[in-house]
């Protein structure tokens, strides 16, 4: 039982550069999340899930979209890559009575 | 805005003592209270939650205290060991929400030999 993983751990970007975070669970919870966390703010959240084929909106979801084919899977997407988007990525799912992080990607953007 | 505040920014221990970390939110309407445990370079981890009607939760050397009237939050933890050095994260739900979670910024707390 993996719980919540993350791909890749580390990646740097240049500015304008594509890439996806894929998170994947094995808890088979229906809600998934993506938060960023940066320096001296608390985390954030980008878009959400609650179930397979729905995504929505969350705090800051500026530049980053999201898909969710598979119940398991969640993925966040950066079309074009900034410098502002550098930071520390987590998915979590939420299960009955809490939720569950991922151990988070660290994304520089240069 | 932040709704959740959380104090001290930073904190520096000795083994085995005992201390305090504070949260303060301005949540409206109130579901649950969280503390959550966060090592370098990990995610969060739940270390308890409160609803409305607890007053205290504990797990081990932590203990956590809500006081819904004056919408403060405490969490102690006893005895410190060297391995509680971590980030101490409040996060405060909203009722009604399916999904909204309010983060504080965290408590960094170093426990030193």
């Known amino acids: 039982n993996a719980g919540v993983t993350q791909t890749p751990k580390f990646r740097v970007l240049k500015t304008g550069q594509s890439m996806t975070l894929l998170c994947a669970q094995d808890m088979n919870h229906e809600y998934m999340y993506w938060y960023r966390q940066d320096p001296g703010m608390g985390l954030r959240l980008i878009h959400y899930s609650v179930g397979e084929g729905t995504t929505a909106k969350g705090e800051v979801p500026d530049g980053y979209n999201v898909s969710r084919l598979k119940k398991q899977n969640f993925l966040l997407g950066l079309e074009s890559a900034a410098p502002s988007q550098t930071s520390v990525y987590f998915c979590?799912?939420?299960?009955?009575?809490?939720?569950?992080f991922g151990p988070g990607t660290r994304l520089t953007v240069t | 805005k932040n709704q959740v505040e959380q104090s001290p920014q930073s904190l520096i221990i000795l083994e085995g003592k005992n201390c305090t970390l504070q949260c303060n939110y301005t949540v409206s309407p109130f579901s649950n209270l969280r503390w959550y445990k966060q090592d370098t370079g990990r995610g969060p981890v739940s270390l308890t939650i409160?609803?409305?009607?607890?007053n205290t939760k504990s797990n081990g050397r932590y203990t956590a205290t809500l006081d819904a009237d004056t919408k403060q939050s405490s969490l102690h933890i006893t005895a410190s060991q060297l391995s509680d050095s971590a980030s101490y994260i409040c996060?405060?739900?909203?009722?009604?929400?399916?999904?909204?979670?309010?983060f504080g910024k965290g408590t960094s707390l170093l426990v030193t030999p």
């Open positions: 409160m609803t409305f009607s607890e």
């Open positions: 996060v405060v739900s909203y009722s009604n929400s399916g999904y909204a979670l309010n």
């Open positions: 979590a799912t939420r299960g009955p009575y809490e939720q569950y």
